[in-house]
C-alpha cells in the first residue's frame, strides 16, 4: 500500500516538475496580428563560420531571422527594425552592415575607460534620447562608457568575407510574402544565451523574443 502510495505521489507531481523547467533553445520565435518573426542565433566563432563559409574572427554574433506576414497588406522589413539585447549588463546592439565589419577603411572604437580597442564598432540605439549599447549608460550598466572612434585607412577590407556577409543578409525591402536573412552583430564580452533577447521595433508593433522559455 504504502509503495503505490509513493509511486502515485510521483506521478502526480512530475507534471508540476516538467512545467516548472525552463527551456533554452538558440530558437525563439514571437507574432502579433500582422507578422510572425523566427530568429535563431549562432554565437560561436565555429559556427558562425560554418553558416558563412569564411571565418569573420572573433565577437560576430549572426541571427538568422524570418519575418512572415499575416495578412494581404505588404509590410516594410528592415534590419535596422531588430535590436540584441544582453539583458545581464544592458548592453543593446543593432546590426552592421557588411561594409562595417569588413569593409575598407574599418572603424576603431576605443573606451577611455580602460583604453579598450576594437575594430568593429556597436551602433548605438536610441531610447528616450538616451543612447546606449554605443557608449551611455543602460538598464543592468548604469556607468556611462566613453568612446572614441577613428577611421583606419591601411585596413583594405576582406573581399572574401564582405561578399559572403552581403550574400546572406536580411535585405529591406517591402514585402507581403515571408523574407529571411542573416543579421549581424558584434557583442562584447561572454553572454550566456538565456541573458539573450531579440527585440523588433518596426512598422508592425513591437515584439521581444526571448531565448529562454
Known sequence: MRATFVLLTIVLSAPAIFAAKKV????????????????????T???????????????????????????????????????????????RTKPFEPAQLAGDGALVVKNSANQKTTNKTTPSVGFGGMAVGGGGASPGNSKPVALSSTMDTKNQGNKELVTALKAKELVAKDTNEPVEGYLYFSLDGKHKLKDLAVLYRGPAGRLDLEFEH
Do not use: C, M, Y
Open 24 to 43: 533554452i533553445s538558440p530558437t525563439t520565435s514571437a507574432g502579433n496580428e500582422d507578422i510572425d518573426i523566427v530568429a535563431t542565433i549562432s554565437l
Open 45 to 91: 566563432e565555429e559556427e558562425v563560420t560554418q553558416k558563412l563559409g569564411v571565418d569573420p574572427g572573433k565577437g560576430i554574433v549572426i541571427l538568422q531571422v524570418r519575418v512572415t506576414p499575416k495578412t494581404d497588406k505588404s509590410v516594410q522589413v528592415d534590419p535596422g527594425d531588430f535590436i540584441l539585447l544582453a539583458h545581464d549588463d544592458g548592453e
